[in-house]
């Protein structure tokens, strides 16, 4: 009987639980920082956001700068806090990380993405950044950073 309750529990969990439940609490509370601190320019954080992502995603196209991390383990690690950085900007921003406003180079995040040698490790990145994000389907999102996602 338990073990029926279980089984049950775990598909109705494919249906109704967040998929990434961290990174959704993290986007809450930035969110929610962002709006109990009005007096503090919402650039603060976005460019604070924007700006790690930018040292990720340098530190995985430079080889100069990849050649000093000692493994693939660790510009996965670089990767997965990049696309982490980019969903909660996107979260933050009010016109969101794909718009042409955006401080954040969507179009090279994405080919350092699908550059990286273990592509099977990083499919799941691109898929978060395509459905856990909030304005890739924004009509102010560029057709060309659209269809990079959509290949």
């Keep these: 009987r338990s073990s029926d309750l279980n ?7 494919l249906f109704y639980a967040y998929p990434t439940p961290v990174l ?10 962002v709006e109990d601190h009005k007096e503090l320019p919402i650039d603060n954080t976005t460019e ?4 790690m992502a930018t040292v990720c995603k340098i530190m995985i196209e430079n ?3 990849k050649d000093r991390l000692r493994n693939n383990e660790s510009a996965l690690y670089c990767l997965r806090v990049m696309v982490g950085l980019i969903i909660l900007y996107d ?17 090279g995040s994405i080919k350092v993405l699908k550059d990286f040698t273990v592509q099977s490790q990083v499919e799941s990145l691109i898929n978060a950044l395509r459905y856990t994000t909030k304005h890739l389907n924004d009509e102010t999102t560029p057709k060309p950073v659209k269809s990079l996602l959509a290949e």
């Design 48 to 51: 604070c956001l924007s700006t």
């Design 7 to 13: 089984e049950m529990a775990n598909r109705m969990s």
């Design 63 to 65: 080889p100069e700068y």
């Design 24 to 33: 959704k609490t993290l986007s809450e509370a930035t969110a929610k920082f």
């Design 91 to 107: 979260h933050v921003h009010p016109v969101g990380a794909f718009a042409k406003k955006a401080s954040i180079d969507i179009r």
